[in-house]
């Protein structure tokens, strides 16, 4: 018998602010709105692309926390995470604050991982506030998970488009909506997918594993949910995922969302199977879903962005591509 991955949180900690920080792309495609900045410059006046990804990290932060009226030593504990090696993302673009820092990789699931610990955090009261940053970088991904960029290697149909942007949130203990009720960890799950850029097959089954041991261990249904928010699963993946849960009887194709079709015009951006990257559900959460929560229009939503949990090395070793997805139950409704 498994143990239960779904925990539920009394106190309904609350999301008391969030920012969303993009690039040049990201501002040209449908969610280009939601975001706090915009940022033009790939390199964002820095010297590297690397160096620009931590600055949108420290953005995302900043404006987080500007619109909180709160300052960095208010906050009790900060996790953090991105794609690159060692999470260096994260560490040169948050090092500064001084806020007590958990370092976490979850790949592309790392902002639900995030918004999960802060919440149990504060829920158990080992805080009063909590912190969650995240962030990728298409260019940075793309050199150190794929090619160098002045390759000009050939992308194949199913690969997705790594998002250029941060996205940060504060939880606090309950005070206001959005309310977090509950959260699902995730498992992993290999189905022995090699392919490197088909991350949409690899990464479908974590997210059916752990959207189904949420229903089943909690006894809800999908039409109880306004929308049920994948990570970057994109084209294929989307596709994947909707199939296994009508195999297993659960029906979600009426309130199904995935950031990764979301980010982009499909037809007029040239991402080929749709968006990827930490940054993508992160900034869509933040920019988009969590203000809906906010002002009601959303009334209860399951967030389950999903990671692909290898490394370059792994992958020139031929191994399989190990995934994992969590889940965060969030409602504007304190009940």
């Known amino acids: 018998m498994k143990a239960k991955a779904t925990i539920h949180l009394s106190s309904r900690p609350s999301v008391i602010s969030y920012a969303a920080v993009g690039g040049k792309k990201e501002g040209e495609g449908p969610l280009g709105d939601y975001f706090d900045k915009i940022n033009d410059d790939p390199y964002l006046s820095?010297?590297?692309?690397?160096?620009?990804?931590?600055?949108?990290?420290?953005?995302?932060?900043?404006?987080?926390?500007?619109?909180?009226?709160?300052?960095?030593?208010?906050?009790?504990?900060?996790?953090?995470?991105?794609?690159?090696?060692?999470?260096?993302?994260?560490?040169?673009?948050?090092?500064?604050?001084?806020?007590?820092?958990?370092?976490?990789?979850?790949?592309?699931?790392?902002?639900?991982?995030?918004?999960?610990?802060?919440?149990?955090?504060?829920?158990?009261?080992v805080c009063q506030k909590a912190m969650a940053v995240t962030s990728s970088h298409f260019c940075t991904a793309e050199r150190q998970y794929r090619f160098p960029l002045t390759y000009a290697g050939q992308r194949p149909p199913t690969a997705q488009w790594t998002v250029t942007a941060g996205a940060s949130l504060l939880v606090s203990q309950h005070c206001k909506a959005p309310y977090v009720k509950a959260c699902t960890i995730g498992r992993i799950v290999d189905m022995d997918i090699t392919d490197a850029n088909n991350m949409g097959a690899a990464m479908a089954p974590a997210a059916f594993d752990t959207i189904r041991n949420f229903f089943e261990e909690t006894g809800k249904t999908p039409s109880e949910f306004d929308c049920i928010v994948t990570g970057d699963l994109g084209k294929v993946g989307s596709r994947l995922f909707c199939d296994l849960m009508q195999r297993h009887g659960i029906d979600v194709s009426a309130n199904h969302k995935d950031c990764g079709l979301m980010m982009y015009h499909m037809t007029d951006q040239d991402v080929h199977a749709g968006a990827s990257g930490?940054?993508?559900?992160?900034?869509?959460?933040?920019?988009?879903?969590?203000?809906?929560?906010?002002?009601?229009?959303?009334?209860?939503?399951?967030?389950?962005?999903?990671?692909?949990?290898?490394?370059?090395?792994?992958?020139?070793q031929g191994e399989s591509i190990p995934c994992i997805s969590h889940l965060v139950w969030l409602s504007s409704e304190d009940n």
């Open 278 to 316: 930490c940054g993508c559900a992160g900034s869509a959460l933040c920019g988009y879903f969590l203000p809906k929560l906010k002002a009601g229009e959303i009334k209860n939503m399951l967030f389950a962005a999903t990671g692909a949990l290898l490394s370059p090395t792994t992958t020139q």
């Open 46 to 125: 820095c010297t590297t692309y690397e160096q620009a990804e931590s600055k949108l990290q420290k953005q995302a932060v900043l404006i987080c926390l500007n619109k909180a009226g709160l300052q960095p030593e208010n906050v009790d504990v900060l996790f953090g995470g991105d794609l690159l090696n060692q999470c260096v993302s994260t560490t040169y673009g948050v090092r500064s604050f001084e806020i007590p820092f958990l370092g976490i990789y979850g790949a592309c699931s790392t902002m639900s991982e995030g918004l999960a610990l802060s919440s149990i955090f504060t829920d158990k009261g």
